[in-house]
């Protein structure tokens, strides 16, 4: 792991050729039992963790919760057997492994105890693809329980069913965003989008569709990003750096120091950094909400601010059962599946790349936003399938 | 006897031509044969006896009493003077204005008037820092009246401290600093460096509140002032002019004193900054090198610093006081004596070189805004009769144009960069859409009250003044401007010079007739 790191210091995907991934031919992994199937992998992304863990950032929080050795690839769109087009909501929840459901009709992601985790049918993990009983999407083929699985029509487009599980992140994000305190009560909160990767755009699609009043301000580093945030139908998006005088013009509140005197209702950071997250809190109102969506790791923080404008800080892991404005129930990757057909997701899938070119496409990966790509991620197709889908 | 201006024509043994660009300059060889280059008047001489010509002037005042005349135990007297804003650069010390304060305060003492107020006219500018203060009226007078009060700067946004006078024929709201308009005799300081200057411009907009610079400050009156120098077409001075009868029918008494100065703008070892380049000697040629080679090695911050810390040995050249548009009739005529150069018709492109001060950044930064404010604003207006280039036509102006900004001074700047002009250039379209929400942000109204900012609607102002040179050309080209900052004012970036008349030969043809204005020092083209 510490040779990952250094390597992913001195230069993108360099981590790819020394770290902790392989590229190697493993036994396809035994349906663990009943409710269990096979899946063929057609796309699976390459997300903020899975690369996070190859360049050895990982926080070792994980240790105890994943299983070694793993095939990564948890954003994946496949077909069963029967040749059914499936979307995995990876998160390995109580029915995966055999655990009563915390609640009738729960999601994987539900519940609030962890204990299962580690324990039942199948060797510990969080997610499939973190997992070593299980396989994963960077892989041909891997097994996924019942739980997981959900069948979309033959004909939506592999390219969109690949974004469907980012998506459901960023709407999990948008509407604990949307459901804080200081957000849920007000017609036209301000919500602050800081970053605009693929799950910050996830974040935005999520909040324009969910909370459809907000004034949606988005900070976005690359040019391409704050176009494709445009085109979301964000009210104001701008260079990641101007987003705390951006949330200021719209609340028109004071600025002390360099936090605001107000701000925003509520705000999502899409970054993960320390420094994104001292912003993300700069700019929050007090008693608002910061929502942390970016895997933060290990970070060193001042949380006297915090502290005195009793800010929530909220994180925002995978998906589950959401609860909507109207008082309804919904789950999360539900609306997900809707709203990547709404928006046209596939537009977000910039390049894919076979397995055997997995240092090129980590390497893509890493620089994205500088390279002027949202989402990469593997082709497991063959060509016949690629023409025909 | 200084020598006047001159234009001269470029033809192939003419030297290159020196530009400022920002903190620094360059050589820049134009076109022989259909260049020219403007040089202004040489500086007049000064006057010898500055403090005996200024008692002379407040004994013998043009169609009104003299000052002393017009003074009482018992009376409120206020003092309203300029700004930071000029001269420019700063002038070495005594400032004309200590001089002119310290013989009014004398006349006073005489009197027996003990209510004196002192005020800054700062219109919607920053508030000035206490060295400025001490730099403009000298520490005897700060020290005398600071402390107590009594010196102080004007608020156009504290309601208690604001007078509504009434309105013009024309509907405009007039609206001054209620100590100003209710004491029993309000002098006004002046320094006319331009001919825009002074007037009832001094009182009706140094003084005034946001309510009553809408009338004026708008883009339909910037374009349709022709020029801001030459106040008989300048629906700017129109407007002015009409709130000055207000107030004159509101009894307000306005004892107005102005002073002109002569052009002598940059001390040793920047003086040949002032000379025509075919006259550098070897001295001034090792200057420029030395000078521009050391500035670029510099940071930019550093090279602000020196420039910023020029004072200027520009001196008073005449004074005249009294009745405020009988005053300014002879004020304005010392101006054009100083600065008015006589040029034979328009030119298709006009250069300009930006350099480093506008009134807007005395001790702060050249943001892009200003540079256009300067560009279109100011030289563009450095005319009368007609612009020097012709409608249709293309301005290049040479300046970095960083979009940098000092947080302290230009807050909303900040925003408008990134808001405004984000969603549009169009003055009349921000004016409608944009203005209203910066003029009453409570954030920049409490900066521009408590800090050293200006007023949140500043920017829209300064976008504004360019306004009619924005209309009169058909493109605007800025050379070694930082591409995006330039692309954000809806300008076009060039590298070079060459390639800037490249780019403006898509407009103007390819063998344009091309007219630099160099200034600094400041100068007039009257255009026939």
Same mark, same amino acid.
């Given at each position: 792991?510490?040779?990952?790191?250094?390597?992913?210091?001195?230069?993108?995907?360099?981590?790819?050729?020394?770290?902790?991934?392989?590229?190697?031919?493993?036994?396809?992994?035994?349906?663990?039992?009943?409710?269990?199937?096979?899946?063929?992998?057609?796309?699976?992304?390459?997300?903020?963790?899975?690369?996070?863990?190859?360049?050895?950032?990982?926080?070792?929080?994980?240790?105890?919760?994943?299983?070694?050795?793993?095939?990564?690839?948890?954003?994946?769109?496949?077909?069963?057997?029967?040749?059914?087009?499936?979307?995995?909501?990876?998160?390995?929840?109580?029915?995966?492994?055999?655990?009563? &459901?915390?609640?009738?009709?729960?999601?994987?992601?539900?519940?609030?105890?962890?204990?299962?985790?580690?324990?039942?049918?199948?060797?510990?993990?969080?997610?499939?693809?973190?997992?070593?009983?299980?396989?994963?999407?960077?892989?041909?083929?891997?097994?996924?329980?019942?739980?997981?699985?959900?069948?979309?029509?033959?004909?939506?487009?592999?390219?969109?069913?690949?974004?469907?599980?980012?998506?459901?992140?960023?709407?999990?994000?948008?509407?604990?965003?949307?459901?804080?305190?200081?957000?849920?009560?007000?017609?036209?909160?301000?919500?602050?989008? &800081?970053?605009?990767?693929?799950?910050?755009?996830?974040?935005?699609?999520?909040?324009?569709?969910?909370?459809?009043?907000?004034?949606?301000?988005?900070?976005?580093?690359?040019?391409?990003?704050?176009?494709?945030?445009?085109?979301?139908?964000?009210?104001?998006?701008?260079?990641?750096?101007?987003?705390?005088?951006?949330?200021r013009?719209?609340?028109h509140c004071r600025l002390i120091?360099?936090?605001?005197a107000?701000?925003?209702?509520?705000?999502?950071?899409?970054?993960?950094?320390?420094?994104?997250?001292?912003?993300?809190?700069?700019?929050?109102?007090?008693?608002?909400?910061?929502?942390?969506?970016?895997?933060?790791?290990?970070?060193?923080?001042? &949380?006297?601010?915090?502290?005195?404008?009793? +800010?929530?800080?909220?994180?925002?892991?995978?998906?589950?059962?959401?609860?909507?404005?109207?008082?309804?129930?919904?789950?999360?990757?539900?609306?997900?599946?809707?709203?990547?057909?709404?928006?046209?997701?596939?537009?977000?899938?910039?390049?894919?790349?076979?397995?055997?070119?997995?240092?090129?496409?980590?390497?893509?990966?890493?620089?994205?936003?500088?390279?002027?790509?949202?989402?990469?991620?593997?082709?497991?197709?063959?060509?016949?399938?690629?023409?025909?889908? | 006897?200084?020598?006047?201006?001159?234009?001269?024509?470029?033809?192939?043994?003419?030297?290159?031509?020196?530009?400022?660009?920002?903190?620094?300059?360059?050589?820049?060889?134009?076109?022989?044969?259909?260049?020219?280059?403007?040089?202004?008047?040489?500086?007049?001489?000064?006057?010898?006896?500055?403090?005996?010509?200024?008692?002379?002037?407040?004994?013998?005042?043009?169609?009104?009493?003299?000052?002393?005349?017009?003074?009482?135990?018992?009376?409120?007297?206020?003092?309203?003077?300029? =700004?930071?804003?000029?001269?420019?650069?700063?002038?070495?010390?005594?400032?004309?204005?200590?001089?002119?304060?310290?013989?009014?305060?004398?006349?006073?003492?005489?009197?027996?008037? =003990?209510?004196?107020?002192?005020?800054?006219?700062?219109?919607l500018h920053r508030r000035?820092?206490?060295?400025?203060?001490?730099?403009?009226?000298? *520490?005897?007078?700060?020290?005398?009246?600071?402390?107590?009060?009594?010196?102080?700067?004007?608020d156009?946004e504290?309601?208690?401290?604001?007078?509504?006078?009434?309105?013009?024929?024309?509907?405009?709201?007039?609206?001054? *600093?209620?100590?100003?308009?209710?004491?029993?005799? &309000?002098?006004?300081?002046?320094?006319?460096?331009?001919?825009?200057?002074?007037?009832?411009?001094?009182?009706?907009?140094?003084?005034?509140?946001?309510?009553?610079?809408?009338?004026?400050?708008?883009? +339909?009156?910037?374009?349709?002032?022709?020029?801001?120098?030459?106040?008989?077409?300048?629906?700017?001075?129109?407007?002015?002019?009409?709130?000055?009868?207000?107030?004159?029918?509101?009894?307000?008494?306005?004892?107005?004193?102005?002073?002109?100065?002569?052009?002598?703008?940059?001390?040793?070892?920047?003086?040949?900054?002032?000379?025509?380049?075919?006259?550098?000697?070897?001295?001034?040629?090792?200057?420029?090198?030395?000078?521009?080679?050391?500035?670029?090695?510099?940071?930019?911050?550093?090279?602000?610093?020196?420039?910023?810390?020029?004072?200027?040995?520009?001196?008073?050249?005449?004074?005249?006081?009294?009745?405020?548009?009988?005053?300014?009739?002879?004020?304005?005529?010392?101006?054009?004596?100083?600065?008015?150069?006589?040029?034979?018709?328009?030119? =298709?492109?006009?250069?300009?070189?930006?350099?480093?001060?506008?009134?807007?950044?005395?001790?702060?930064?050249?943001?892009?805004?200003?540079?256009?404010?300067?560009?279109?604003?100011?030289?563009?207006?450095?005319?009368?009769?007609?612009?020097?280039?012709?409608?249709?036509?293309?301005?290049?102006?040479?300046?970095?144009?960083?979009?940098?900004?000092n947080p302290v001074h230009h807050p909303s700047y900040i925003d408008?960069?990134?808001?405004?002009?984000?969603?549009?250039?169009?003055?009349?379209?921000?004016?409608?859409?944009?203005?209203?929400?910066y003029?009453?942000d409570d954030w920049y109204r409490h900066l521009y009250r408590t800090s050293n900012a200006y007023h949140g609607v500043h920017?829209?102002?300064?976008?504004?003044?360019?306004?009619?040179?924005?209309?009169?050309?058909?493109?605007?080209?800025?050379?070694?401007?930082?591409?995006?900052?330039?692309?954000?004012?809806?300008?076009?970036?060039?590298?070079?010079?060459?390639?800037?008349?490249?780019?403006?030969?898509?407009?103007?043809?390819?063998?344009?007739?091309?007219?630099?204005?160099?200034?600094?020092?400041?100068?007039?083209?009257?255009?026939?």
């Amino acid at each position: 792991m510490g040779l990952a790191r250094i390597a992913s210091a001195i230069g993108p995907g360099a981590a790819a050729k020394v770290g902790p991934l392989d590229y190697a031919s493993v036994d396809v992994p035994k349906l663990p039992g009943v409710g269990w199937h096979r899946v063929r992998t057609r796309l699976s992304g390459i997300c903020g963790s899975d690369l996070s863990m190859i360049e050895g950032h990982a926080s070792t929080y994980f240790d105890d919760v994943v299983s070694f050795p793993f095939v990564p690839g948890h954003e994946v769109v496949g077909e069963l057997d029967d040749g059914t087009k499936v979307v995995i909501e990876p998160v390995l929840g109580h029915a995966a492994r055999g655990f009563p &459901l915390p609640f009738p009709d729960a999601a994987p992601g539900d519940g609030d105890d962890y204990g299962h985790l580690t324990a039942g049918l199948i060797e510990p993990g969080i997610q499939t693809g973190f997992c070593c009983s299980t396989g994963g999407g960077w892989g041909p083929e891997f097994v996924a329980h019942d739980s997981q699985l959900h069948r979309l029509p033959p004909d939506t487009p592999d390219e969109r069913a690949v974004l469907i599980e980012p998506l459901a992140g960023g709407i999990h994000a948008a509407l604990l965003a949307a459901n804080g305190p200081a957000a849920a009560g007000h017609d036209a909160p301000i919500i602050a989008v &800081l970053g605009a990767g693929t799950m910050g755009l996830a974040a935005v699609a999520g909040l324009v569709r969910y909370k459809p009043g907000a004034r949606l301000v988005v900070g976005a580093r690359y040019p391409h990003q704050q176009a494709a945030a445009h085109a979301l139908g964000a009210h104001d998006v701008v260079p990641a750096g101007e987003l705390a005088r951006a949330v200021r013009r719209l609340d028109h509140c004071r600025l002390i120091g360099d936090a605001l005197a107000g701000g925003a209702h509520a705000v999502i950071d899409a970054v993960g950094s320390a420094a994104s997250i001292a912003e993300c809190l700069r700019i929050t109102r007090p008693r608002g909400r910061t929502v942390l969506m970016g895997m933060p790791g290990e970070v060193t923080l001042d &949380l006297t601010g915090l502290w005195h404008r009793e +800010t929530e800080l909220v994180g925002s892991y995978t998906y589950g059962t959401e609860r909507l404005a109207d008082g309804s129930t919904a789950r999360t990757f539900a609306l997900a599946i809707d709203t990547a057909a709404t928006i046209g997701a596939e537009r977000w899938l910039s390049a894919t790349y076979a397995l055997a070119d997995h240092v090129d496409a980590i390497t893509h990966a890493a620089t994205a936003g500088r390279r002027g790509a949202i989402k990469i991620a593997f082709d497991l197709r063959n060509v016949a399938e690629r023409m025909s889908n | 006897m200084p020598r006047p201006g001159f234009v001269l024509d470029v033809d192939r043994s003419t030297p290159p031509t020196l530009f400022w660009r920002g903190e620094g300059f360059s050589l820049e060889k134009l076109p022989p044969d259909r260049s020219r280059v403007i040089y202004a008047p040489e500086p007049l001489p000064a006057i010898d006896d500055i403090d005996g010509t200024i008692r002379h002037a407040l004994d013998h005042p043009i169609d009104s009493d003299p000052l002393r005349e017009q003074m009482f135990a018992g009376m409120k007297l206020t003092v309203a003077f300029d =700004d930071v804003s000029l001269p420019l650069p700063k002038m070495r010390r005594p400032d004309i204005r200590q001089r002119v304060i310290e013989a009014v305060l004398d006349v006073a003492a005489e009197a027996g008037v =003990d209510d004196v107020h002192l005020i800054a006219a700062l219109a919607l500018h920053r508030r000035m820092t206490e060295g400025e203060l001490r730099h403009a009226v000298g *520490n005897r007078v700060y020290d005398a009246f600071a402390p107590s009060g009594a010196l102080y700067q004007h608020d156009a946004e504290d309601p208690d401290q604001l007078a509504f006078l009434g309105q013009t024929a024309q509907g405009e709201d007039v609206e001054i *600093n209620k100590r100003a308009a209710e004491s029993d005799l &309000l002098v006004y300081v002046n320094i006319n460096m331009v001919a825009m200057d002074g007037g009832w411009k001094s009182t009706a907009v140094g003084l005034a509140s946001y309510r009553s610079l809408r009338p004026h400050h708008n883009p +339909t009156t910037m374009e349709a002032s022709h020029s801001f120098m030459d106040q008989h077409r300048s629906e700017l001075h129109h407007s002015t002019w009409r709130m000055g009868q207000v107030l004159v029918d509101a009894g307000v008494k306005v004892f107005q004193i102005e002073s002109t100065i002569n052009t002598d703008t940059f001390p040793a070892p920047f003086d040949f900054l002032l000379k025509r380049e075919w006259e550098w000697s070897a001295k001034d040629r090792a200057m420029y090198l030395g000078t521009s080679k050391s500035l670029s090695k510099l940071p930019v911050s550093a090279a602000r610093k020196i420039f910023h810390s020029i004072e200027a040995p520009h001196q008073m050249t005449s004074i005249q006081c009294g009745e405020v548009e009988a005053v300014h009739r002879q004020t304005t005529e010392h101006v054009y004596r100083q600065q008015l150069v006589e040029v034979q018709g328009q030119t =298709d492109i006009l250069t300009m070189g930006i350099p480093f001060i506008c009134p807007y950044n005395v001790h702060s930064i050249m943001n892009p805004i200003l540079v256009m404010c300067t560009g279109l604003g100011y030289f563009f207006n450095l005319y009368r009769n007609k612009p020097l280039v012709r409608e249709g036509g293309v301005v290049i102006m040479t300046h970095p144009t960083l979009p940098d900004f000092n947080p302290v001074h230009h807050p909303s700047y900040i925003d408008f960069y990134e808001q405004v002009l984000a969603d549009t250039t169009d003055p009349h379209e921000m004016s409608t859409t944009w203005e209203e929400r910066y003029a009453n942000d409570d954030w920049y109204r409490h900066l521009y009250r408590t800090s050293n900012a200006y007023h949140g609607v500043h920017p829209f102002y300064m976008w504004y003044w360019g306004a009619h040179g924005m209309k009169h050309c058909a493109k605007v080209i800025i050379v070694g401007g930082n591409a995006k900052a330039v692309r954000r004012l809806g300008f076009v970036p060039a590298s070079t010079m060459s390639d800037a008349f490249e780019m403006a030969s898509d407009v103007v043809g390819r063998s344009p007739t091309i007219t630099h204005l160099k200034t600094p020092p400041l100068m007039i083209a009257d255009v026939v």
